[in-house]
């Protein structure tokens, strides 16, 4: 495979497509649609389990804080992302304003005002999938012209994967970068990072930091953002997590299904699967995480051009990336 470009395709992304014709053959699926209000508690609980072990820590050296945010923190702050994202789609209140305050809350161990910012950006994820200049999901040209396709770049991508999401909605056009909810974010964000030092000392805030930057990079569950998108058995662009990881992630790895059925809370994924399981078990998908991260940091054939790009589907032109065709 040439991994010198991004895969071209001229189609629409297939999970439209898929959806409705799931849906002439399992309408039953329609009785999935609603919200989870037991995300909220699962929310304050990790929320507060952070604080906790961020407390413990506060007299310990620093080694430890790092050492308990990869053991520890790095599954408990991924969880806290996926119930992030779930408030981004409105899966927990009907209210969204009530889903945004959630959401901000979620985000707050992390020390990053994201929740407002990755709400705009991941909707355009889901109706703009693969396209370069609406799709935050893929990664910027200069991303994968550096990494290439060796070990060492590709680790140090994943060690600073956090901060590239932070960059990378700048690329993302007819996106609002500041509203009030942004403002309200990035002031609840600050003031809550200010009060855990002040409280708890540097050591709370470096395990919190490393929690977040483990959950999202160099790590077993930092794998499930290779997973998701990345072509192992192109020109499938899509790729669901099947291993017991999932109850851990709030079965973030249904993500063919969430794809296909984004306004099915995280708690009712796994029943997509099992009603429609001849749409699903012919998929390529994934068993581990851990031996996920393995080929993709060794494997020269996948690197960060192992990704679908297409046009816009409103007939505008592909912008920003160099792509080869093939899907």
């Avoid at 991924?78 to 994202?85: A, E, I, K, N, R």
């Avoid at 799709?135 to 994967?161: C, H, M, Q, Y």
């Avoid at 998929?283 to 990704?307: C, E, K, N, Q, V």
Wanted: proline letters at 6%; glycine letters at 8%; a positive charge.
């Amino acid at each position: 495979m040439d991994n010198q470009a991004f895969l071209r395709a001229d189609g629409r992304e297939p999970h439209r497509d898929r959806t409705r014709a799931i849906l002439q053959q399992h309408p039953e699926i329609r009785k999935l649609v609603g919200r989870n209000p037991f995300t909220a508690v699962a929310v304050v609980g990790l929320v507060g389990l952070q604080l906790g072990l961020s407390f413990i820590v506060r007299d310990e050296p620093w080694w430890m804080s790092v050492l308990l945010a990869y053991v520890v923190g790095a599954f408990i702050a991924h969880g806290l992302f996926v119930l992030m994202h779930d408030c981004g789609h409105n899966l927990i209140f009907k209210r969204r304003a009530l889903n945004s305050l959630l959401g901000i809350l979620s985000a707050l161990p992390s020390l990053t005002p994201s929740a407002a910012s990755f709400r705009r950006y991941h909707m355009k994820h889901h109706a703009f999938q693969g396209v370069y200049d609406l799709d935050g999901d893929l990664p910027s040209e200069w991303e994968a012209r550096w990494v290439g396709n060796g070990t060492i770049r590709k680790a140090i991508w994943l060690l600073f994967f956090p901060l590239l999401m932070a960059f990378r909605p700048m690329r993302v056009r007819e996106m609002k970068y500041l509203d009030g909810w942004t403002v309200a974010n990035w002031i609840i964000s600050l003031a809550f990072t200010a009060g855990v030092f002040v409280a708890f000392g540097f050591n709370a805030i470096l395990y919190l930091f490393w929690s977040m930057a483990f959950s999202l990079g160099l790590h077993p569950v930092g794998a499930r953002w290779i997973q998701e998108h990345y072509l192992f058995h192109p020109p499938q662009e899509t790729y669901s997590y099947y291993g017991p990881m999932n109850v851990l992630a709030f079965n973030v790895g249904y993500h063919n299904e969430h794809h296909d059925f984004p306004a099915i809370p995280w708690s009712r994924l796994p029943k997509v699967r099992e009603i429609a399981p001849e749409w699903y078990n012919g998929l390529a998908y994934h068993m581990s995480w851990l031996r996920l991260l393995a080929r993709f940091l060794f494997d020269p054939g996948i690197t960060l051009y192992s990704r679908v790009v297409r046009p816009d589907w409103r007939g505008k032109s592909l912008e920003g990336a160099p792509a080869r065709q093939g899907a």
